[in-house]
């Protein structure tokens, strides 16, 4: 099973990173059956505001960088989705990522890390909305970071005991639903 870990922000300085990061070694060293993880990040993507000439959900990619990351995004089996909470929301980046694709994103199961303002779960909140819109199966899996402004002060996000156990039932559950 693949899991994309989609780091979510593209920002100068970005926690996102450190926390894919984080959910990558975990990930291994929980040596749970059957379970890959990659690291999408949106920075190095760069993809610019969608502005194609089709909806996405036509299936009709015009642009070569929607069908390059139509393409990527087909490979997975479940998802990571990490964001920050800015304003209450989600990042704009990870927005205009999921929106650049209809089908690529349907029938595999997502779960949602978050942190900011309040531990991240306005921003959450509002990316399961998307994503079941998309189709993404909500595998009712979240992590809400608490403290992050206390704790983002070292080059590596240093998880806590309930982190970790977390991210262990959240990899538990995609599992789940990927086999379903």
């Known amino acids: 099973m693949l899991i994309y870990i989609i780091v979510g922000s593209v920002r100068e300085g970005r926690t996102a990173i450190k926390v894919a990061n984080w959910v990558q070694q975990a990930t291994s060293e929980l040596a749970l059956n059957n379970i890959q993880t990659e690291i999408v990040d949106l920075k190095e993507w760069d993809l610019p505001i969608f502005a194609g000439a089709h909806p996405p959900a036509s299936g009709i990619y015009d642009q070569p960088k929607q069908q390059a990351w139509a393409d990527k995004i087909a490979t997975a089996d479940a998802f990571i989705l990490i964001s920050p909470e800015y304003n209450h929301g989600y990042s704009p980046a990870l927005k205009n990522a999921l929106d650049y694709l209809g089908k690529e994103w349907q029938g595999k199961p997502a779960a949602y890390i978050g942190y900011g303002s309040t531990n991240g ?45 977390g991210l262990k039932a959240m990899l538990e559950k995609l599992q789940k639903y990927h086999s379903a």
Request: proline share 0%.
């Open 121 to 165: 779960s306005r921003s959450i909140d509002q990316i399961r909305q998307v994503g079941t819109q998309l189709g993404l199966i909500d595998s009712n899996a979240t992590l809400e970071i608490r403290d992050i402004f206390k704790r983002n002060k070292e080059q590596t996000f240093e998880a806590n005991e309930f982190e970790v156990k």
